[in-house]
């Protein structure tokens, strides 16, 4: 009777199961569908999805499509660390070495004065009756929706803990590991990352397969177990006594023989030096399944050399300067990302399609900068508040972040230099020895201008030999109707604004978590995936990039993402209201008097004239964030002021600069590099002695 019952629950289960999972494909075919159906409808499509091949209207569950460098432009030795790591079950190093967390912290130093006065003109007028009454009708218009937000959010939690709950405990945690383990206490930067390479991420739906079948079991299992029960009532007698007789036996033991989760247990690992036995903390493995990667994991599975530089500018704010070093090469170039962007954008092409691997073949100490932004948010005061910590905009990107990062590239390159070449004089020889050029992109390029104008006007070296920018920010009123709404939105809704929204990201793990796991589904549902991506370029003016492939990139991950923050957007509607490139407007003249000396903010436009290096402008023919047009605006203003500046077209849209591989941008971007020489060091030495000769004649 046993074996009867046992096999009708099991060929239940087993319908049971195929039903449902069979029902939710065919939903989700049904979504993929009514996407390729709209899909169809929509005008422009076929723009906006050219170069991006792979939209089919049949979905299906293979992984993304990844690179070509992931797939076969890896060496067999490479393929066979990626395979190792995989089966491995070696936690991440942290961002840096040990040397770096060895020193203490600087104290937190006095905010700047463009910092500090970055929100006088909010201080110095109190906010208005009328304003504090929209901002608490919009808390409550928005009520509605958190409640809606949160409960899928609360339903979720509450199944993960009573998963984790059910995990079996007993024999096994106690069990020795056969394979040694690295591990350490992890902080909160401290994430699993996968190194692999290939994508093995699961989508919503796959995770909704899952967790359909793990209910299934558990509902079959109960029934399994009470049907056993009920045919076998001396067995279940012996149960029940049982758990009377354990529970007995556990009162008088206590809580000393449990081992939680988190608890420190007691390892040994053959082949140590040391026999004694050593406590690493334990804790249950992420079951995510998301791409946390980082720039050090890419660039160190492709087997190139990495190294983290902690950097903290003057207003306390902690930035990651990282690097692919050459320590004795006497050229160096520095990478600077864009808007919503971070230093992998540098190498998310892998070997064969991204500046920052070009770079380093032919010779070149890299740099790879990152703005601050993070919503980390690491600061050097680690009791700063949320409204606090976003208050600045691309002045401070400008005139903090970039000769932050800069003149610790330039202690760098100066001591490693001098170890090896000791002969050098710096003051003497009035020039650097190395060459530093800069490749920004976008946001990076506004900053790189404003950097170089400003140092100038300080009469303080910016170290800089050239400029290569693409499609740089700046000039911006060419642009489409969403760009101007939101402009007009920023200039006079921003006081009720700035008190709601201090920055723009997603704010929490779980909603970063779906989003990675949403592009997952993009791309396995393609026109579903074809249709995001349309719609995402309608809302940026038609802009054919990769955006669905963006929003897959490890960078957008549940542990971290850039943000925007609200002083920067404003900055950006300022520049395109005005139509000059502006630093940003205090709001008053009192304000802007403080900060700059004059009523009105700096025209970096009319201060082009202090720039003394070469500039290579790029545009691109598609892009419709930054259009052809605002970078032939740069090199119009250039031209005027004197500025030795080039200026090229291609056919890419705006986000092709740093996520697509396009050989010819890699090939210009590397000819435009090579025409900055260095000086041999016998030339120098020559120069030298000649500057030595020049000052004596001076003091005498």
């Known amino acids: 009777m046993q074996r009867i019952v046992d096999n009708a629950l099991a060929v239940t289960k087993e319908s049971v199961k195929t039903v449902t999972y069979e029902s939710l494909n065919n939903i989700a075919r049904c979504i993929n569908g009514v996407s390729a159906l709209l899909l169809t409808l929509l005008p422009g499509n076929a723009n906006i999805l050219e170069g991006l091949h792979g939209w089919e209207l049949r979905p299906t ?26 089966d491995s079950d070696t936690s991440s190093s942290d961002y840096s070495s040990g040397d770096d967390n060895d020193g203490a912290l600087p104290a937190s130093p006095s905010s700047s004065q463009s910092s500090r006065l970055s929100w006088a003109s909010a201080s110095a007028n109190p906010e208005t009756h009328w304003t504090e009454w929209i901002t608490f009708l919009l808390w409550w218009l928005i009520f509605p929706l958190r409640i809606l937000i949160w409960i899928p959010h609360y339903f979720l939690r509450l199944f993960s803990k009573r998963s984790a709950s059910r995990a079996p405990s007993s024999p096994r945690r106690n069990q020795r590991s056969p394979r040694p383990r690295v591990s350490k206490t992890m902080s909160s930067k401290d994430h699993d990352v996968p190194n692999r390479a290939t994508d093995r991420r699961r989508g919503v739906v796959e995770d909704l397969h899952l967790a359909i079948e793990i209910c299934i079991e558990a509902v079959f299992d109960f029934f399994h177990r009470a049907t056993h029960m009920i045919l076998s009532p001396s067995e279940a007698f012996a149960i029940v006594s049982s758990w009377f007789s354990s529970s007995r036996g556990r ?19 053959l082949g140590d030096t040391d026999p004694s036995l050593s406590e690493r903390p334990t804790r249950l493995y992420n079951s995510m399944n998301t791409d946390t990667r980082t720039c050090q994991d890419v660039i160190t599975e492709l087997g190139y050399p990495y190294e983290a530089i902690r950097v903290v500018t003057s207003d306390g704010y902690v930035l990651l300067l990282e690097r692919i070093p050459r320590r004795d090469a006497r050229k160096a170039v520095y990478l600077q990302h864009g808007i919503l962007d971070s230093s992998m954008g540098w190498v998310s092409n892998g070997v064969v399609g991204s500046p920052a691997f070009a770079a380093y073949d032919q010779g070149y100490d890299v ?36 000769p932050a990062m800069i003149e610790k590239i330039h202690e760098i390159k100066t ?26 992109h976008s946001l990076g390029g506004a900053g790189i201008l404003m950097y170089v104008i400003t140092r100038k006007i300080k009469e303080k070296p910016h170290r800089l030999s050239r400029l290569i920018l ?34 723009f990201y997603i704010p929490t793990r779980f909603f970063r978590m779906l989003l990675n796991k949403l592009a997952r589904d993009f791309h396995n549902y393609p026109a579903l995936g074809g249709l995001v991506q349309t719609l995402m370029s309608y809302v940026v003016g038609g802009d054919s990039s990769n955006w669905v492939g963006v929003l897959g990139t490890p960078h957008y991950n549940m542990n971290d993402m ?54 290579d402008l790029v545009a691109g023919k598609k892009d419709k964030v930054i259009r052809p047009s605002m970078v032939r605006k740069h090199y119009k203003v250039m031209r005027e002021g004197g500025v030795d500046v080039s200026f090229n077209e291609f056919e890419y849209a705006h986000l092709d600069f740093t996520f697509s591989h396009r050989e010819e941008l890699l090939t210009y971007v590397m000819s435009r590099l090579l025409l900055v020489e260095v000086t041999p060091p016998s030339q120098q030495r020559q120069s030298s002695q000649k500057g030595m000769k020049l000052k004596k004649k001076k003091e005498a």
């Open 61 to 86: 569950f293979r992984g993304p499509r990844l690179p070509r460098w992931m797939h076969n432009g890896v060496s067999s030795f490479n393929h066979f660390v990626h395979e190792l790591s995989v």
């Open 562 to 615: 850039p943000a925007v923050s609200f002083g920067v957007a404003k900055h950006l509607a300022q520049i395109k209201h005005t139509g000059k490139f502006k630093m940003f407007d205090y709001g008053s003249r009192t304000a802007n008097m403080e900060v700059y000396g004059s009523p009105e903010p700096l025209d970096l436009g009319e201060s082009y004239e202090f720039i003394d290096v070469p500039v």
């Open 470 to 503: 693409l499609s740089p920010a700046g000039f911006h009123e060419d642009s489409n109707l969403g760009f101007t709404i939101v402009e007009y939105i920023f200039l006079f809704v921003s006081p009720v604004l700035a008190r709601i929204v201090p920055a």
């Open 415 to 440: 001591s490693e230099l001098k170890l090896s070449q000791p002969t050098i004089d710096e003051e003497i020889n009035q020039e650097e020895p190395y060459k530093l050029c800069a490749v920004c």
């Open 367 to 402: 740099f790879l900068g990152n703005f601050r932004g993070l919503v980390s948010r690491d600061h050097v005061n680690k009791n700063i508040s949320s409204k606090e910590y976003w208050r600045y905009s691309i002045n401070e990107h400008g005139t903090e972040d970039i």
């Open 251 to 269: 009162s008088r033991k206590g809580s000393d023989d449990d081992v939680s989760d988190d608890e420190n247990v007691q390892t040994a690992t």
